[in-house]
């Protein structure tokens, strides 16, 4: 443990670790001293001397990225010296900028223009043309670099540098003519590159995937946690619906990372946060019986028809890591006595690193493991259906043509008398079950994922469920009511 | 006047070692070798020698914060700086071609006196003539066994002006771009590859053999108050006689000029930029002026390293700032904002100024530039990019003056 030390902050008397920088024990004071380099994962180089402040004694002023704070320091960080020197540096800042904000993706969320806001506001003196540089340099398959919005901070290069150390990005040349350029030979291709547009604190590092789709100001903002794996990475899911006809459509504009120091630190890997593109594709939202025939019907219906086949024996529950605690819960209740198969298969396990992926591509396997349960393995499943040992088949949001073949799986489906499907997307099979039931995506649920160390972690809901879809747990509470001849209460 | 790095610069010969021998060449070095480091030091400290690479901190404090090996073991190092750029330097450039055994024997002092077993110099990258002769005088050295103690490794630079500084010299060091460092941790706690290092100047490290042979006592009687010994300047531009001049410190800028040859004829004193381009420039009025590292910030200038220009009245002041400002643009290592975007639009505006198209408002503007560089960066180049041109303004108002109403006449 650090040692408690008292310091003055704008006169008010702070207590703080000793040692720690004097812009984070600001920040946790409510004093947001303002920079751009300083990034508490990637150091303080202290070259973009916006966190200027005053210390006491000393001869000139100092950066607060790179003061500690000690015993009877006294800091000024709001004096008109103060303002004056980041105003100062602001505009320096700016003197090369090209100010492109009505076509920069970064309006809205800009640090010069936030600055320019907060402390700014002056008239321009710079008569001098501005330095031109490459605007457009497709700098990996995520990012897209524009020189000329850079500030050279070295955030970006910090990072390749130090955290995936794969060193695609650097400051070349020397004094006004510097910029950012991607490493000879490199191109911005690690698994972790879109956290390099985050840290940007300016429009130099856009998203590809998100340029000129939305303006971030009519974004909402809801908290969750990437299901890409089990690391179970607090992220932020960015939801489009007051300009729905922007993002092509799409309700999700994008994924960040949220900050969380037992879990992901500041980052998030890019195989998460590019995921959102299917999460509204062939989306169901109906609750349809299809056999005899295609047919909706309500959830009432299915649920009494669907619980009268659960009471009886050879039931078999097919599920993956993607449900929450609560639908696992729930399954726990509804499915006793029932085998469970959510092993991950093959097409749920894919690379992993130090860093932060895991090779599990589901966030919660380990939720059903707390709860005690445990998983068969699929060719035990396939060899039951096969003797004609599984009656009732329960498949929850996972693609048997995945594990088996397409022509298996449609083979060993027909074994089972009666099959259901519950899911939010289609999968290759989901005509070929007797129910279908639509299903909330995560974004659309509340609910609680445990990660792969036995973090338990909230996700929140980001937007409101598509047609007649309803959360696992839900579904499985209604049919729970069913099977258990209560159909009274299943209105309710 | 008494000299002690040049005395001997009429021997053709000097830089060999048999030559440099016979003249109490070494003798410094075996004396320091029957020294403790700490009494080496001591020495040093005794001698107020001077920090001559621009900076002017004391020698011996410096060395004396280099942690001890109990404290802080493994190994330490000894870089010499001989990547002399400033503008109007070239005093290191000479100590270097005439007299490299004196620096190598400096260099093996220091090394004893803050236990450093490696030795680098650092030689600026186009001075490929003092590289051989420094080079060929090391092996010299090995061979006649001076070098038991140290190992003396050399280095190159690339032509960036900033790795002249310390701090970014080391980093050029370990193979990264020269971008200077911001202490703390000083060098002498962490250097080059974060080991405890000492990097002094070729001229400072020159010194230490007097001060060896005759004692720091000796030394210090030669200089002024605090300022031991002699300092070498480099005398350029319009004067009779440029060359390299070495006086004890605190003499008077009078004398250093008259040396020189006093202003070419037919021409008036303008003014004298002191220790190399980046420093404000002495006026007439300042003639009389003791040169040394405490006594010239009287007149808000710099002895920084010695390299001094004349100008007579034909300079335009405008010019002036403009020539210097370009080069701190060009030479600006791009690290920190106010630096990197000042330097350019500083110099932009000077250039439009050059060109006829200047305004009454740009003059306040600079001044306000400069004021919100000085002191905001990471290091002295950013410090002096905007100090010159407001220099130039208080001191020559008049050149500005004439040079945009000109302009708005034409």
Redesign the interface.
Known sequence: MAKKVKFKLDGREIEADEGRLVIDAAKDAGVNIPHYCYHPALGN?????MC?VEVAGAP??QVSC?TSVREGLDVKTASDAVK??QA??L???L??HPLDCPVCDQSGECGLQNYYMEIGQYQS?????K?HKDKRIEAGPHVMLDQERC??CTRCTRFVDNVTQTHELG?F??????RLELTPGLILDNAYSGNVVDICPVGALTDRDFRYKVRVWYLDQTDSICPGCSRGCNISVHTNTQRPWHNDGKRVARLKPRHNHEVNGYWMCDEGRYNTGSLDLGRLGRVLRLSPQKQDVSWEAAASEIGAKLRDGGVAFVASGMLSNEDWAAAKELFAGAKFYFSAQPDQIGEEDALLRRREKVPNLKGAEALGLSSGTFDELAKDLEAGKVRALYVVERDLAKIWGVERAKSLLSKAAFRVFQGPNKVELSESYDFRLPATAYVEEEGHFTNFEGIVQAYCKALEPIGEARPDWDIFRLLATAKSGAAAEVAA | MTKILTKHFDEPKLHELETYKRLDGYKGLEKALTLAPAEVTAEVLKSNLRGLGGAGFPTGAKWGTVPPVDKVPGPRYVVVNADESEPGCFKDRVLLTRAPHQLIEGLLIAAHAIGAKEAFIFVRGEYQNQYDIIEKAVKEAEAAGYTKHAKLMLMRGAG?YISGLDTALLETMEGK?AWPR?PPPFPTVAGLMAKPTVVNNVETLSMLPFILREGGEAFAKIGSAKNGGTVVFSVSGHVEKPGIYEVPMGSKLRDVLTLAGGVRKGHTLKCVIPGGTSMPPLMEKDLDLALDFDQIRAAGTFLGAGGMIVLDETADAVAVAHNIERFL??????????C??????NE??LE?MLHGKGTP?DVP?MT?IGE??T????CALGDTVGMVTRAYIQRFPEDFKKRISDGQKS
Not at chain 1, 45 to 49: A, I, L, Q, S
Not at chain 1, 173 to 178: C, P, S, V
Not at chain 2, 329 to 338: A, I, N, R, Y
């Open positions: 180089p202290g070259n973009c001397r200027i000139k002023p790179r004056r020197a100062s540096a505009e320096l800042h003197v090369n003196s710079v008569r001098e043309d330095q500030i050279l400051v040349r020397r004094g006004h003519t510097e | 960036a771009k911001q643009t060009h030479e600006s290592c791009g690290q920190c904002t106010p990197r975007e000042g330097s350019y639009w932009e505006i439009r408002e503007n306000r919100n560089i002191g905001k960066v990471i």
